[in-house]
């Protein structure tokens, strides 16, 4: 195998590792690029290069920006006193889609998991009960994912936040086992509308 065709088959490797592709759909993928290399790859090569040097994590929430505090915890009017809490900066960036919510955000990184041992200490909820005492917060916003691991989780989070803070849910609109990330904008607004006491 020459050194050009092994470049390939790293690339396909490199790509089927990203979640939703697989190994043909990868191969298709960089057979796409490599056929629209000046108006596709070659920016695509660039724009990772440039992400990879610049993105970081924000210091306050745990959303990807490329500053050390991201633009939503820096911006004023957004201290509401509301705090959405939700798994991964996926979520995060699933509800600002929805430009429902006016407040501010906190990346968990992840659920509870007796499986994987994930506990508390290995998520950012230490950090949260810092950032309520800190921030002023009067409402926490529990946007977990409606799976096992999401709802223990939340259920984890209320009981360690009761009588400190009102802590409400996500209410119609997020099917039992559906991820927030692959809901439309409006059932994502309507939802956080419609919350309730958790």
């Given at each position: 195998m020459s050194d050009a065709?092994?470049?390939?088959?790293?690339?396909?490797e490199m790509m089927a590792k990203l979640p939703g592709l697989g190994p043909r759909s990868a191969r298709r993928a960089v057979l796409h690029l490599i056929k629209k290399r000046a108006p596709l790859m070659t920016p695509l090569a660039d724009a990772m290069h440039r992400v990879s040097a610049s993105a970081r994590e924000?210091?306050?929430?745990g959303n990807i920006g490329t500053t050390d505090i991201c633009d939503i915890?820096?911006?004023e009017k957004r201290a509401t006193g509301e705090l959405c809490i939700v798994e991964d900066v996926a979520d995060l960036w699933a509800m600002e889609r929805g430009q429902a919510f006016k407040g501010r955000y906190h990346?968990?990184?992840g659920t509870l998991s007796a499986l994987d041992a994930i506990g508390p200490e290995e998520l950012r909820i230490p950090k949260l009960r810092d950032r309520i005492e800190a921030e002023g917060i009067t409402e926490v916003i529990l946007a977990l994912n409606a799976t096992i691991d999401g709802q223990t989780t939340?259920?984890?989070?209320?009981?360690?936040?009761?009588?400190?803070?009102a802590v409400t849910s996500l209410a119609q609109g997020v099917p039992i086992g559906g991820e927030l990330d692959y809901l439309d904008d409006g059932t994502i607004s309507a939802?956080?509308?419609?919350?309730?006491?958790f």
């Open positions: 065709t092994r470049d390939i088959e790293t690339l396909i924000c210091l306050n929430c915890c820096a911006a990346v968990l990184g939340a259920h984890y989070i209320a009981e360690q936040l009761e009588g400190r803070v939802a956080l509308k419609a919350r309730k006491s």
